[in-house]
């Protein structure tokens, strides 16, 4: 079945940098478009970054543009997500997801990993 596994969160200075990694289990990966969401306290989830399945173009939130990469090695069925410049309103769960499409009639979620920006 499909397992999305994230890691690389923490605890981050403002200025500061982490990257984030999915691992895809279940599924042909280099197949699908893959996305990265968060989900601030109190707030609802949304899109931060999604890339097609070849890598070969990519769209960011307005509030993360020149600041957050995303990118995929279809060898290791994964994704990654390179955030540079945090701020402390970067600070939420961050979440791999899988878009439906094709036979996948639902979108998949990893349990997500927690980004904590502050001094």
């Known amino acids: 079945q499909v397992q999305l596994v994230e890691s690389g969160g923490g605890l981050v200075q403002p200025g500061g940098s982490l990257r984030l990694s999915c691992v895809a289990f279940?599924?042909?990966?280099?197949?699908?478009?893959m996305s990265w969401y968060r989900q601030a306290p109190g707030k609802e989830r949304e899109l931060v970054a999604r890339?097609?399945?070849?890598?070969?173009?990519?769209i960011y939130a307005d509030s993360v543009k020149g600041r957050f990469t995303i990118s995929r090695d279809n060898a290791k069925n994964t994704v990654y997500l390179q955030m540079n410049s945090l701020k402390p309103e970067d600070t939420a769960v961050y979440y791999c997801?899988?878009?439906?499409?094709?036979?996948?009639?639902?979108?998949?979620w990893g349990k997500g990993t927690l980004v904590t920006v502050s001094s």
């Open positions: 279940g599924f042909t990966f280099s197949t699908s478009a």
């Open positions: 890339i097609t399945s070849l890598g070969d173009s990519t």
């Open positions: 997801n899988k878009p439906r499409g094709g036979r996948y009639l639902v979108d998949y």
